[in-house]
């Protein structure tokens, strides 16, 4: 299933669910740096990942009431 999100500020997501691929984007000027991203799931992990250039990632076995942030910089 591919959902996009556009303003969507959440997506709630069947339990059936095994495996979720998150891709996500920033706007990007050839002039600028290629976008570095960080994100956390809470409340299981409140820390925030190593920044990385990835903007796709895959999540799998998440427990329920999880929420996914990402930061774009």
Partial sequence: MQVPL???SEL???YQAANIR???ASPHF???AAPVFSYRLSPSN???SEPTTDSEMTLG???PAIT???CAF
Avoid: M
Wanted: a positive charge; hydrophobic letters at 40%; glycine letters at 14%.
């Fill in 6 to 8: 556009g303003g969507l």
């Fill in 12 to 14: 709630t997501i069947p």
């Fill in 22 to 24: 998150v891709s996500f």
């Fill in 30 to 32: 050839g002039y600028q």
């Fill in 46 to 48: 409140s820390r925030w």
């Fill in 61 to 63: 076995k998440l427990a």
């Fill in 68 to 70: 996914h942030s990402i």
